[in-house]
């Protein structure tokens, strides 16, 4: 059974970085893309980052290009996302998936078929 568990989630000042991790476990882990998207409340869920299997292809959402960085750790079966320059309009529950069975890299949320339980950042003005 495919299995992602985030943390690393708190509270940050404006202008200050957090990193985020994502382990994954089960089948499929080494050769699957994985994402970060990121939910509000009432909002829908938005894409913030993407990366390949082998990490050699990453996609980011435009609000937050230049300012976090997605990584991978296949030895370690984590993927990180490191956030920085954060912002009060950051402030969400942070979802890590995995991407649907034979997809290299996506970026729309009905491209992943396993999520994890969320981790909320809050960003302090």
């Known amino acids: 059974q495919v299995r992602v568990v985030e943390s690393g989630g708190g509270l940050v000042q404006a202008g200050g970085s957090l990193t985020l991790s994502c382990v994954a476990s089960?089948?499929?882990?080494?050769?699957?893309?994985m994402g970060w998207f990121r939910q509000g409340t009432g909002a829908e869920r938005e894409f913030v980052a993407a990366i390949s299997w082998s990490g050699s292809a990453t996609e980011y959402g435009d609000s937050v290009k230049g300012r976090f960085t997605i990584s991978r750790d296949n030895g370690k079966n984590t993927v990180y996302l490191l956030m920085n320059k954060l912002r009060p309009e950051d402030k969400d529950v942070y979802f890590c998936?995995?991407?649907?069975?034979?997809?290299?890299?996506?970026?729309?949320?009905?491209?992943?078929?396993?999520w994890g339980q969320g981790t909320q950042v809050t960003v302090s003005s």
């Open positions: 998936a995995m991407a649907s069975d034979g997809l290299t890299i996506a970026t729309l949320t009905r491209e992943y078929d396993t």
């Open positions: 089960g089948p499929r882990v080494s050769y699957s893309g």
